[in-house]
Nanobody, 121 residues
């Protein structure tokens, strides 16, 4: 069955960096777009970034543009989120999600369990 396992979260200082990873299994990873979303305490789910199945195209929410970079390694069935210049408002539970086709970065059918990112001094 489809499994998405996030890792790499933790505590970072403002201005610091973290790299999230999402290991996928149970489907043909290279055939599906992947995305990251987050949910801050007391807030709704926010889409953060998405990448096409072949890695050719990426998208970012305005709130993270220029600071976060999404990438994927189809040989390792893994999608990454490099987060730089972190801000306290980036504190959230971060999820990776599987798109429904090669380009769908906004509609998902599977989610991981999430990894917590806390940005605080």
């Amino acid at each position: 069955q489809v499994q998405l396992v996030e890792s790499g979260g933790g505590l970072a200082q403002p201005g610091g960096s973290l790299r999230l990873s999402c290991a996928a299994s149970g489907f043909t990873f290279s055939s599906y777009a992947m995305s990251w979303a987050r949910q801050a305490p007391g807030k709704g789910l926010e889409w953060v970034s998405g990448i096409y199945s072949d890695g050719s195209t990426t998208y970012y929410a305005d709130s993270v543009k220029g600071r976060f970079t999404i990438s994927r390694d189809n040989a390792k069935n893994t999608v990454y989120l490099q987060m730089n210049s972190l801000k306290p408002e980036d504190t959230a539970l971060y999820y990776c999600a599987k798109g429904r086709n090669v380009v769908d970065v906004y509609d998902y059918d599977y989610w991981g369990q999430g990894t917590q990112v806390t940005v605080s001094s």
